[in-house]
Every structure is written in C-alpha cells, then in structure tokens.
C-alpha cells in the first residue's frame, strides 16, 4: 500500500520569525494583507488592487494620497476622468472602504483622520460618486426593509450603515458650489456627447429628485429605528435641497465659465427639473439672489432669462414677484401712510422689472396677466412698482388701461368675484389711468366718453351690492376729475367718498413712482445663507468705552495725564493668520521621552483584525481597543459582507474562553456585550452553537454563567427588549456620526420624566403613585366601563326597535387585518428554546441513569414507562 502513495512535491515550510503574526495562519490567501511599498504605487491599477484587499488605515492614507486630483499631473491618472477604471475605483470606494473606516473615522475626529475624510469626499465630488452612493443608500434601504427574516436581527448595524450612508453622501454634496465644479470638470473633456449624457444623468439625480426622495425614505427608516434625538439630514428636507440646488445654480451663472452657452443650456435644464420638486419660490430665490438682492450683474440673468421656455418663465417671473414682496415689502406699517410714500424698495424694484421687460416682450405680458390675477391681491406697493415698470412702454400701457376697464364694468366678474380681488382691480385700474393720463392723455380722454366706461359706470352703479356700487363711484369720481373741467365734474355726495378710505382711492391718480436704480435693494441685509460680510476690525476708538460729559468736582485732581495717541492704524499682529490650537495628545504630558509610544495601535476595521486583536494578550492597548470596539464592530459588519458570518464560532469560541489578564475596568460587561453581538447577527446557529457550549464545553462555572447571560439577553434583544436591558450590561448605544447629543430642555424633570417613560425611578415616591394610577386605571376599566356600556345601550331605545346590520363576507375579509408570519418563533424555538430544554433532558436522563446503578449490577436498570410514573406520582 505504501508504494502506491508517491508524492508529487516536497516543499520545506520557512521558520517564521519570532516577531510574525502567530494569527497569520488564521486567515485565508485571498484576505493576506497585500505587501506593498508606498514609494513603488505608479499606476491607477495597483491603487485598485490595494483599495480592494482591505488596506490598512496608513495604506489607505496613501493610497488616496497618490489618487489626489492635484496629482493627476504627476501620475498622469486623474479620477475625475470618468473612465472605466476611475468609475471601479470609486465604486471599491463607496462599497467596500467607506463602510469600513467611515464611522471609524467619524469618532476619531484627529487631523488624520480629517485628511483622509476630506480626501475621499473630494474624489467622490463627481458624477459617478454621487450616483454610487446612491445606489448604496437605495441598496440598504431595500435591505432593510426586505420582508424575509427577522427584522430585529440586524437593525443596528443596519441603522448604523444607512446612517452613514446619509452622512457620506451630505459631506460630498455640501459646498454651494459642488454643481459648477462637476460642471467645470466635465467641460475638459473633449467628448461632447459624453458630456451631456453625464450631465443628464447628473440632472436626474440633484434635478429630479432622486437623492431628495432616497435620503427621505433613509431619514424615515432611522426615525423609526431609534429614539434618540438626532440631527435630520438636509437632504432630506425638500424646502432647504432646494434651496441648496438653487445657490448651486447661482454660482453657474454668477462665476466664470469655460462656454457661456453650454454653461447657460446646462442651468436651464437644470433648473426646469428642479421646478417640480415643489419648492418653486425657495428654488427661484436662490437662483437669482443677485436680482432680489440687487447686488449681482444683471447681464447673465437677462440673457439666462430669454433662454427659458414660456412655462418656465411665467413660473420665475411669478416667483421673483413674490420674493421680491417678501424680502421688500414691509406689511407691517400703517397702510394709509405706506401707500402716499415712495420709498427707494419701489423704485429699485420697478428699475429691476423694467430691465426685465424692455429686453422680452413676454415678460411684460407676463406683468400684465400678474396684474389681472394674481396682483390683485398682492402688495399695493409692489403693484405700484410693476405699474410704474410697465408705464415706459406705451402700447403696453394703452392696451392694459383698455383691459381692465373691460373687465371692471363685465357683469359676470361684478356678480362673481369676490369684493377683494374687485378692490385690487380698483386701485390698478386708477394707478394706470394716472401714468396714462401723464403720457398719453389724449387716450384717457377717448376712453371717458366710450361705450365701455360708460357702461362699466352704468354695470357698477346697477350692481346689488354696496360695497360693488362704491367701487364705481371711485372709478367715476376720479376719471371725471382727470378729463372734466372742475364745473363739471362728477360728485355723488356720499359719505363714502369724503371718507379716508376714499381720498386713499382718489389719490392714487396722482402717484407717480420714478424708475430708480437696482442699487435701491441692497439696502436690505443679503441673506446670511448665500455671503457672510467681512468681519469689521474694531478700531481703537471703538474698543474706548465712551463716556458722557460730567461736571468737575472740586476735588478733582486738575493734573492732566500723559495719554499716548493712536494714530488709527492696525497693528502688525492683525495681518498674522490665526491658527486653531493642535490636538492634544496625553502621551505629550509624560515627562520621559523615552517611554512614549508614538506608533499606538488604531482601533480595528475588520473582523480579522478584532480576532488577532482578542488573541494578543501581551499588547495591553492593542487588546482593549478590540475588547472595546468588538461589539459596535460585529453589529456594523452583521449588516452587509460575510466577515460575521465566516468567523463567528471563531470569536464566540475567543469571547467565551477570554481571560482578564490585564485587569481591564468592566471587563465583564464588555465580554457580554461583544458575545451578545455574535449571538444576535446570526442567533439561529450562534444560539445552538452556545446551548451545545454551555453542556459540552470544558469552561469554568463563571464562564457558563455568562454563556446563559448572554442566551437570556440575546434572546430578549430579538425580541425588542434590548433598550430595557443596557442597564445589566451596562452598554450605550453606539454614536453614529449624526447623533446628536442629549437636549436637557427637551426633557421633562426627572420626576415627571419617569412617570411616562418605562425608565427606573429616581425618587422613591414615583413607584406609589404610578401603582395608584395603575389602580385606578384598573378599577375605570373594571366598574366604570361596564356601567357606561350599559347606560349608553339604555338609552339608545328598546330591544325590539334595535336593528343589527349584517356586513357582507367580502366586507369582513376586506377589514380583516393579514396575519403577520411570527418569523421570530422559529429562531427562538430552533436556536434557544429546544437545544437548551433537549440537552438539559438528555444531562437529567443521564444523572438518573448513573444515580440507579447499583455497585453490584453490571447492566442498566430499565427506565420506568412515562405512564406507569405518571400513576406513580399520583
């Protein structure tokens, strides 16, 4: 037999150092860390293939070192390209690193940590980073709510992964002016066809409103998912996204462009897209920040502006009107007073929508059809400015004046449309008739002896409402006033007309608003989200306290003091930058040099790391960082990769068996916690798994103990009671990187605030009165209820007059609620309840057995029928 086995091959194992990895053995060839030298990276295909064997925290700083934009000219690979190996290399990025070190690196908040953040989010600031991101978000959003298993299994690495999932794609899309640097980048590339099928695919993302609605549906699933107080992410909010994309869109057309006409095509299609979204006015106000504020050049918005469809401009122009009155437009003051003045927001605003309608007609009947229906019951003062605008043209002018007469005097709009909107067309129609009477007179004068006012008089006048009736009497007063000699003008002697509300009415014919200059406007203060003024250098005169004049007493000292005079001009020290003080390091404090140890080990990334971390227990810092980092790290990995499930028996065995050889402070707690971790991301097999452990496992009594704690608490987090149990484990749950701290004024006192919640009591006297309330919301239900039940059926009438309704079955099964599958049974049942209750029976059955053997008998007494010892126990 021996001559038929030959060996093939003989090779001779090398003697491994005594400073190797004794866990080296432990891992697969695929998952061996990559042996590289920094120096020796030249080519984007090594960078790749380090990102995807799971680098190390100084590999990764390397790695996105040499990937750099600023370093395309040097390594001749810029990943912004959006070619097919930087698109790989961001999507090893998004998926495999980020979900890595992400949180890692959230609560390290060192300058190491910052360079590489700061880094990854500027490679990711393209087309391909933001559309990959998310994908992975909408890909842990179907994750989560995916219907097979129990959702409670991995719902806080899951929440946690989503968490991060927002945030990563938030700090790509933060800067105002992420959309005009993807826009600059894409104008180097000499593909024109790409470039717009990249930019489409860019507008379907910002424009439609994909990354709104995904990060909203994120945002639900992790309210739901955790009590705490936490900070929404903003692009979940629609009114501030769009408020974002529009200072976006701003700085497109603000900033220098590579082609002005791409670059204004671009916007355009951006901004129809984002018009839908539903927050017009937030949208609009960003975009043109330098109209409403008058402090930008109007040249790119007019000619933006003519490039818009007729749809689209009659929603801006509409927009910009009520933005205008918003930011401009005071209602604050007495109306009476408001409407005599003239102030410089008026003449801004009719200069600003002048320029607007002499470059395009069709604004200017956009103005008009605004006056007809919507001005009517806008701002008189912006009215005012939109006549005064619209006045310089004299067509415009003649046509409307001919208008609204028409539609004051038509029977239908007097007997229809409410007195209000009536009132607006009013005043519109003698603030036109005014500036008409001012240019062209002649006009005026025809249309006071034409059929339409005499009839509009006539229809007013004949109206059954009063107030319809007065309105007529203003219109015939102040037309005869204009046109008649003073013998012969029109007066109807009411007490309406002698009222301040009528001399209001009739003096408005006489207001006249100049076109001022756009610089009026900027006498409001320019939103704080758009530019942050200078900061003004206090001078020495203003850090003097100022001091009143006061009487000399006599005795006062007359000597006069030797003061030095500044001569007002900044020190040398205000041109110096300042500088934000450095991280503190507690290693810098000791006094011995010699002692600090500047290579400390990070916490782990992966759950080989956590492995090797546990087993070195001659690294006193190396061990506590896995011990610490071990169940916030398993919980995260349980949501996505199979690193749990490929080594969980392996650090449920380590858990189990670890010893406390450092004396570590809440050792215990953090053992439990970590075995807990293990137990819940795969509780089917883990839970027979540490059943089969607690019976056939050679551990001490104190480790058995744990193995049933671990059952017990494990079991009781599936089943939702996790948050009640951190008190005995003495965990808190893990931060995410947008957990927001605890607001003390969002609570209620500690004595109120365990009345509601099912939190431990920290007065003695809270427990007697939640037990009085509990006996008497017993006692209401018990008593009380019935007796209200029978006095309502009382008094509804007799028996014989009571007629029951009969639903139909389709009606019943309709309102029936499905059964929900109890997919937690089976975890329960199968991992913990019958492996413990099994091998319990089979320990029990196996000490009666030996207890009946007798010295002298060599067989095994027969055990008795479970009937016979049912009757024998009775």
């Given at each position: 037999?021996?001559?038929?086995?030959?060996?093939?091959?003989?090779?001779?194992?090398?003697?491994?150092?005594?400073?190797?990895?004794?866990?080296?053995?432990?891992?697969?060839?695929?998952?061996?860390?990559?042996?590289?030298?920094?120096?020796?990276?030249?080519?984007?295909?090594?960078?790749?293939?380090?990102?995807?064997?799971?680098?190390?925290?100084?590999?990764?700083?390397?790695?996105?070192?040499?990937?750099?934009?600023?370093?395309?000219?040097?390594?001749?690979?810029?990943?912004?390209?959006?070619?097919?190996?930087?698109?790989?290399?961001?999507?090893?990025?998004?998926?495999?690193?980020?979900?890595?070190?992400?949180?890692?690196?959230?609560?390290?908040?060192?300058?190491?940590?910052?360079?590489?953040?700061?880094?990854?989010?500027?490679?990711?600031?393209?087309?391909?980073?933001?559309?990959?991101?998310?994908?992975?978000?909408?890909?842990?959003?179907?994750?989560?709510?995916?219907?097979?298993?129990?959702?409670?299994?991995?719902?806080?690495?899951?929440?946690?992964?989503?968490?991060?999932?927002?945030?990563?794609?938030?700090?790509?899309?933060?800067?105002?002016?992420?959309?005009?640097?993807?826009?600059?980048?894409?104008?180097?590339?000499?593909?024109?066809?790409?470039?717009?099928?990249?930019?489409?695919?860019?507008?379907?993302?910002?424009?439609?409103?994909?990354?709104?609605?995904?990060?909203?549906?994120?945002?639900?699933?992790?309210?739901?998912?955790?009590?705490?107080?936490?900070?929404?992410?903003?692009?979940?909010?629609?009114?501030?996204?769009?408020?974002?994309?529009?200072?976006?869109?701003?700085?497109?057309?603000?900033?220098?462009?590579?082609?002005?006409?791409?670059?204004?095509?671009?916007?355009?299609?951006?901004?129809?897209?984002?018009?839908?979204?539903?927050?017009?006015?937030?949208?609009?106000?960003?975009?043109?920040?330098?109209?409403?504020?008058?402090?930008?050049?109007?040249?790119?918005?007019?000619?933006?502006?003519?490039?818009?469809?007729?749809?689209?401009?009659?929603?801006?122009?509409?927009?910009?009107?009520?933005?205008?009155?918003?930011?401009?437009?005071?209602?604050?003051?007495?109306?009476?007073?408001?409407?005599?003045?003239?102030?410089?927001?008026?003449?801004?605003?009719?200069?600003?929508?002048?320029?607007?309608?002499?470059?395009?007609?069709?604004?200017?009947?956009?103005?008009?059809?605004?006056?007809?229906?919507?001005?009517?019951?806008?701002?008189?003062?912006?009215?005012?400015?939109?006549?005064?605008?619209?006045?310089?043209?004299?067509?415009?002018?003649?046509?409307?004046?001919?208008?609204?007469?028409?539609?004051?005097?038509?029977?239908?709009?007097?007997?229809?449309?409410?007195?209000?909107?009536?009132?607006?067309?009013?005043?519109?129609?003698?603030?036109?008739?005014?500036?008409?009477?001012?240019?062209?007179?002649?006009?005026?004068?025809?249309?006071?002896?034409?059929?339409?006012?005499?009839?509009?008089?006539?229809?007013?006048?004949?109206?059954?409402?009063?107030?319809?009736?007065?309105?007529?009497?203003?219109?015939?007063?102040?037309?005869?006033?204009?046109?008649?000699?003073?013998?012969?003008?029109?007066?109807?002697?009411?007490?309406?007309?002698?009222?301040?509300?009528?001399?209001?009415?009739?003096?408005?014919?006489?207001?006249?608003?100049?076109?001022?200059?756009?610089?009026?406007?900027?006498?409001?203060?320019?939103?704080?989200?758009?530019?942050?003024?200078?900061?003004?250098?206090?001078?020495?005169?203003?850090?003097?306290?100022?001091e009143g004049h006061r009487k000399k007493t006599p005795n006062e000292s007359k000597v006069i003091s030797i003061e030095e005079i500044d001569d007002g001009s900044e020190s040398e020290d205000e041109d110096l930058p300042v500088y934000a003080k450095p991280d503190s390091d507690a290693s810098d404090s000791d006094e011995d040099p010699t002692v600090i140890e500047r290579n400390k080990p990070t916490a782990p990334v992966y759950i080989d790391d956590l492995i090797s971390g546990l087993r070195d227990t001659e690294n006193y810092d190396r061990h506590l960082l896995a011990l610490t980092h071990a169940s916030p790290l398993i919980r995260r990995k349980a949501a996505f990769g199979t690193e749990v499930t490929d080594n969980c028996e392996d650090l449920a065995n380590i858990l189990t068996?670890?010893?406390?050889?450092?004396?570590?402070?809440?050792?215990?707690?953090?053992?439990?916690?970590?075995?807990?971790?293990?137990?819940?991301?795969?509780?089917?097999?883990?839970?027979?798994?540490?059943?089969?452990?607690?019976?056939?496992?050679?551990?001490?009594?104190?480790?058995?103990?744990?193995?049933?704690?671990?059952?017990?608490?494990?079991?009781?987090?599936?089943?939702?009671?996790?948050?009640?149990?951190?008190?005995?484990?003495?965990?808190?749950?893990?931060?995410?990187?947008?957990?927001?701290?605890?607001?003390?004024?969002?609570?209620?006192?500690?004595?109120?605030?365990?009345?509601?919640?099912?939190?431990?009591?920290?007065?003695?006297?809270?427990?007697?009165?939640?037990?009085?309330?509990?006996?008497?919301?017993?006692?209401?239900?018990?008593?009380?209820?019935?007796?209200?039940?029978?006095?309502?059926?009382?008094?509804?009438?007799?028996?014989?007059?009571?007629?029951?309704?009969?639903?139909?079955?389709?009606?019943?099964?309709?309102?029936?609620?499905?059964?929900?599958?109890?997919?937690?049974?089976?975890?329960v049942a199968e991992g913990f309840f019958f492996p413990l209750t099994g091998r319990w029976g089979m320990h029990v059955q196996g000490q009666y057995v030996l207890s009946s053997l007798s010295p002298s008998s060599n067989s095994l007494p027969a055990l008795p029928h479970p009937m016979q010892e049912k009757q024998h126990t009775s």
């Open positions: 037999m021996d001559e038929l086995l030959v060996p093939l091959k003989t090779t001779t194992k090398p003697r491994s150092s005594p400073g190797s990895n004794v866990e080296s053995h432990h891992l697969d060839s695929k998952q061996q860390p990559l042996k590289w030298s920094r120096g020796e990276m030249k080519s984007p295909e090594h960078a790749l293939e380090i990102l995807r064997s799971r680098p190390q925290q100084e590999d990764l700083r390397a790695v996105l070192k040499w990937l750099h934009p600023s370093k395309s000219s040097n390594n001749g690979f810029n990943v912004h390209g959006q070619t097919l190996l930087a698109s790989q290399i961001i999507h090893t990025l998004v998926n495999d690193v980020l979900p890595d070190y992400w949180s890692l690196l959230n609560l390290e908040q060192n300058e190491q940590s910052r360079a590489i953040m700061d880094t990854m989010i500027l490679i990711l600031s393209n087309v391909s980073g933001i559309s990959m991101l998310t994908s992975r978000l909408k890909t842990l959003i179907r994750r989560k709510d995916a219907p097979e298993g129990n959702h409670s299994i991995r719902d806080s690495g899951q929440a946690e992964a989503l968490a991060s999932a927002v945030v990563m794609l938030e700090s790509v899309l933060k800067p105002w002016d992420v959309v005009y640097t993807i826009w600059s980048r894409l104008c180097g590339t000499s593909d024109l066809t790409r470039r717009w099928l990249l930019w489409k695919e860019l507008v379907a993302l910002l424009g439609s409103g994909r990354v709104l609605s995904t990060a909203s549906e994120a945002e639900a699933i992790l309210a739901k998912s955790t009590d705490q107080i936490r900070e929404r992410s903003k692009l979940s909010d629609g009114s501030g996204y769009c408020f974002w994309l529009g200072c976006n869109l701003n700085r497109m057309l603000v900033l220098p462009r590579l082609d002005e006409d791409d670059a204004r095509k671009a916007c355009v299609q951006m901004l129809e897209r984002a018009l839908t979204l539903g927050h017009v006015d937030q949208t609009i106000e960003a975009t043109f920040e330098g109209v409403l504020n008058g402090t930008g050049d109007l040249g790119p918005y007019l000619s933006f502006h003519k490039t818009l469809k007729a749809s689209t401009k009659k929603t801006v122009i509409y927009s910009l009107l009520r933005n205008l009155t918003k930011i401009h437009m005071n209602t604050s003051s007495d109306s009476s007073a408001r409407d005599v003045e003239s102030p410089k927001s008026i003449e801004g605003i009719a200069a600003l929508l002048y320029r607007f309608s002499k470059n395009d007609e069709d604004i200017a009947k956009l103005l008009v059809e605004w006056l007809s229906n919507d001005g009517t019951v806008q701002d008189l003062r912006m009215r005012r400015a939109t006549i005064a605008a619209l006045a310089e043209h004299l067509d415009i002018l003649k046509s409307t004046v001919t208008d609204t007469l028409r539609t004051f005097g038509d029977k239908l709009y007097i007997k229809h449309t409410p007195v209000m909107h009536q009132e607006g067309m009013t005043e519109n129609l003698l603030l036109l008739l005014g500036y008409a009477n001012r240019k062209i007179p002649l006009h005026v004068a025809e249309s006071a002896r034409s059929d339409l006012y005499l009839n509009a008089i006539s229809n007013r006048l004949a109206a059954s409402s009063h107030r319809v009736s007065v309105l007529g009497m203003y219109l015939g007063t102040a037309m005869s006033r204009l046109v008649d000699p003073p013998e012969r003008r029109m007066n109807f002697d009411s007490e309406e007309m002698t009222s301040s509300q009528g001399r209001r009415y009739l003096s408005l014919t006489e207001l006249q608003d100049q076109l001022g200059s756009i610089d009026d406007l900027r006498h409001k203060e320019a939103n704080s989200e758009f530019s942050t003024p200078p900061m003004k250098k206090p001078t020495a005169k203003e850090n003097e306290p100022k068996g670890l010893g406390d050889k450092w004396n570590i402070e809440q050792f215990q707690e953090l053992r439990v916690q970590g075995m807990i971790a293990v137990l819940v991301a795969q509780p089917l097999e883990m839970g027979q798994w540490f059943s089969r452990t607690y019976f056939n496992g050679d551990y001490s009594i104190q480790q058995r103990a744990t193995v049933l704690t671990t059952l017990g608490l494990g079991a009781r987090e599936l089943a939702g009671y996790g948050k009640e149990d951190m008190a005995l484990t003495k965990s808190n749950p893990q931060p995410t990187s947008k957990d927001a701290a605890s607001f003390p004024s969002k609570q209620l006192p500690p004595k109120l605030h365990a009345l509601y919640t099912s939190e431990k009591p920290a007065l003695p006297d809270i427990p007697s009165a939640k037990a009085v309330h509990t006996a008497s919301r017993t006692l209401e239900q018990a008593i009380l209820q019935p007796m209200a039940l029978q006095a309502a059926d009382a008094l509804s009438g007799p028996n014989a007059l009571k007629v029951r309704t009969f639903s139909s079955r389709m009606e019943v099964e309709k309102r029936r609620t499905k059964p929900i599958p109890n997919a937690l049974a089976k975890v």
